[in-house]
C-alpha cells in the first residue's frame, strides 16, 4: 500500500472508526484499487468510508468507481452528477447521505437543517462520516 493509501486507512483505523470487519475491508479494497487513479482525492476517500458501511451502497461506489476507471476519468466530475441524481432518487433518510457525499466531493461543509429527524441509524453514519472526514483532511 501507498504510504498515502496507508496514511488514510492508518489514521482512521486508529481512531476505531470502523464499524465492523466488513465496513473496514470494503474500505481498504476502495483505497487499494482506486487511490492511485488521478480522480481521486480527499473527498472521494471520505465518499469511500461512506459507502463502505454496508454492501449495498459499496456495490454503487464500486459500479461508479469502475466507469470512471475504465472510461479515464481524471476527475469526480461525472461521480457528482450520479451523486445529485441518487439525491432525486432517494426522498428518504438517504436523501442526507447522500447529500453528505456531495459534499465531500464539492469539498465543502455539511450540517443537517435543525428541524431534521432521522432515523438514529442514519444520523450516526452522518456523524461517524464527519468524524472521518476531519480525520482524513488531516492527512
Known amino acids: 500500500m501507498s504510504d498515502i493509501k496507508n496514511s488514510y486507512f492508518s489514521i482512521l483505523d486508529d481512531a476505531n472508526m470502523f464499524e465492523n470487519s466488513g465496513h473496514r475491508t470494503r474500505f481498504k479494497e476502495l483505497l487499494d484499487c482506486y487511490a492511485d487513479f488521478p480522480f481521486f482525492t480527499k473527498g472521494l476517500c471520505k465518499c469511500m468510508y461512506l459507502s463502505a458501511w454496508d454492501d449495498e451502497h459499496f ?24 451523486g445529485d441524481a441518487l439525491v432525486e432518487e432517494h426522498p428518504d433518510a438517504e436523501y442526507y447521505v447522500y447529500q453528505l457525499s456531495n459534499a465531500f466531493l464539492d469539498g465543502t461543509s455539511y450540517k443537517l437543517p435543525e428541524e431534521t429527524a432521522l432515523p438514529q441509524d442514519i444520523m450516526h453514519i452522518i456523524s461517524r462520516a464527519l468524524q472521518a472526514g476531519k480525520l482524513i483532511d488531516q492527512i
Request: include cysteine.
Open 59 to 82: 456495490c454503487i461506489m464500486l459500479e461508479i468507481l469502475t466507469d470512471m476507471s475504465l472510461g479515464g476519468d481524471a476527475t469526480t466530475r461525472e461521480m457528482r452528477i450520479k
